[in-house]
């Protein structure tokens, strides 16, 4: 029968490989953070039903997404560019402006905006901003501005200081500067 030990060992212990000791502190140090923060994870195979909360049961803060709203134009989309459609916020409109001084503040939070003229500069300093627009000079998010959606036909400056908000144009190639976390700033996929 074959030995464990390596040749030219005498009755020492038995020699296996060893794990890298990268590894070795990684895992302990995974299973420690999980347990810590309360961590759960579910396998779930395709096509099996995943464990359903008990009925009884503790009720959370934040209801079930699904329970939010009763009205169905609230509820998500399966179209992953939604926000990126100008026919989505068609019924959402709470204010149209033309930009007659050039100029376009938005500092109201929650707000669906449309300017329908061409515009040299516009500041968002509200969260929850969608604003549509047509061309604009110099467009600035600032670090209020967040969770903003921004259409614009076209722009020649874009700067977002905000957190998670997304600028799409529809032509052109203006310059951007997205210091953001989260926000992104891009040609739009889906002109309309």
């Not at 810590?36 to 997404?65: D, F, H, I, K, Y």
């Not at 709203?69 to 992953?80: K, L, R, V």
């Not at 061309?135 to 600035?140: A, F, N």
């Amino acid at each position: 029968m074959p030995d464990a030990h390596h040749e030219g060992d005498a009755g020492g212990p038995p020699r296996f490989p060893r794990r890298p000791p990268a590894l070795g502190l990684a895992l302990p140090g995974l299973l420690l953070a999980l347990v810590l923060t309360g961590c759960s994870v579910e396998m779930v195979r395709p096509g099996s039903a995943s464990s359903a909360p008990q009925a009884g049961g503790e009720e959370s803060a934040g209801a079930n997404q699904a329970d939010r709203s009763a009205d169905p134009d609230d509820t998500e989309s399966e179209d992953p560019l939604q926000y990126a459609r100008r026919s989505y916020y068609a019924d959402k409109i709470t204010a149209t402006l033309d930009c007659a001084n050039g100029e376009v503040v938005v500092d109201k939070s929650d707000q669906t905006v449309r300017i329908t003229r061409d515009c040299a500069k516009v500041i968002i300093r509200a969260e929850y901003t969608d604003l549509l627009a047509e061309h604009v000079d110099s467009l600035l998010v600032e670090e209020a501005g967040e969770f903003s959606y921004v259409l614009l036909r076209s722009a020649d400056t874009v700067v977002v200081a905000a957190e998670g908000t997304d600028v799409w144009w529809d032509e052109g190639n203006p310059t951007v500067d997205v210091a953001g976390f989260g926000s992104v700033a891009n040609p739009n996929p889906v002109k309309e």
